[in-house]
């Protein structure tokens, strides 16, 4: 209740891009499980066709990314945020049309430049249109609202994918044309509500024109990133990689085990959100942060006592490591997304956030590669101590950061301050 009420007590505009991102999320969750199914079994395509899809979605991310944090800094919210959602729309919608290889390569272009910009705007635009006390809030709902509604497309997508009275292209068809229909919405949602202005020239620090270079001159900022780095490799970049691939290949759990595991993290990401993080306002995000790395360690100390056992007593560890890794995974998204924007003036505010949304594509990357790497060294103990490392360095880096970054409280006493704020 008391998470509701801080939400509607957000500005008009951050409550609709909370909104309207959640309907785009669950036109994501409806494809996302099923690129490889639909490019090879659907279309005939050989399987080089989606690891080249998939691996040039996310070099293309990279300068997506890039692009749209520049033209945040330059341009007003209410065409940034459009543009990037109508980019996305295409580029899901031409994966429809992908019955040829270059088609497929294409739209994973297209679609990897856009998304990531789509990331980097709305980012950005909760940063513009609620106050530093607002923030954590307006991140800990779009955090939330997207967990439930990917969780939900995807339910809705094996649905759709086994729809009677379509052939198996036309379902596919169906799917990706809602999934790009929901971009389309948030684009035409978002124009008349962002602001409209054109964001500062000067940088509020001391006159530096707004650039890449100036966000990495910042020692926090910098900081900042590789915490956030750190813990997506232990955590978001493990979850469907190194977690189940040492628990299978020990033989502590199965199939069905791996989907409970899967079913307590969407559930325990929403509830942390809505049910928990309002009550954690009394702590500084630094030092929450830094409770996130010790879940870290914990939970990889968890999956390795699970390595050593079967049947229920391995089910039993690693649910516990799963719901370590959950709550810590989401506190560290919304809590340094608002550290990030609270520490850059408007002027960086685009570029500082297509830098978050590179880090984060990065350890979606490095995680899996990771895992593949060390899972076969000492039976997967290696890969373990090394996640429990990083999540220990993570940890002593945000430590370190407390004394850097501005003063601050998580969010005001009542719901009338923040209204008041707002």
Known sequence: MK??????ALPRAARLLIATNGISALGAGMVMPFLWIYLTEVRHLPTWVPAATLAVQAFAAVFGGLAY???????????????SNVNAGIGTLLFAFAGQAWVAVTAAVVFG????????????????????????TAYS??????????????????????????????????MYSIDAATFFVMAVATV????????????????VRGSYR???????????LAV???????????????????????????????SFAFAVNIILCAVVQFAVMPHLERFSRTLLVAGSGVMFAACWVFVLLAGGHTGMTALVLATVAVILLSIGESLVVPLLTTLLNNAVGEDLRGRANALFSITLSTS??????????????????????VMIALSVVATVLVLGLRRTLPAERAVPETVEEMEAAA
Request: proline residues 6%; hydrophobic residues 50%; glycine residues 16%.
């Open 192 to 207: 008349k509500v962002l602001p409209n202005r054109v964001h500062h020239k000067e940088s509020q620090a001391g006159g």
């Open 69 to 83: 944090g520049a033209l945040l800094d330059r341009l007003p919210y209410n065409v940034v945020v459009p543009l």
């Open 113 to 136: 430049f856009g998304i990531s910009g789509v990331g980097t705007a709305v980012r950005a635009a909760y940063g513009a249109t609620t106050t530093p006390e607002q923030r954590e």
């Open 3 to 8: 998470g509701l009420k801080r939400i509607a």
């Open 228 to 258: 956030l780095l750190l813990s997506a490799l232990v955590s978001f970049g493990q979850f469907r990689a190194g977690l189940p691939g040492y628990l299978t290949q020990t033989g502590a759990i199965t199939a069905s085990g791996l």
């Open 214 to 224: 100036a966000v990495l001159r910042q020692p926090a900022l910098l900081a900042l």
């Open 364 to 385: 979606a990357v490095i995680g899996p590669s990771l895992a593949g790497a060390l899972l076969p060294f000492g039976s997967g103990a290696v890969f373990v101590g």
């Open 141 to 174: 709902a779009d955090y939330g609202v997207l967990n439930v509604a990917m969780g939900i497309g995807v339910i809705l997508g094996g649905v759709f994918a086994a729809l009677a009275f379509l052939s198996p292209v036309g379902r596919y068809f169906l």
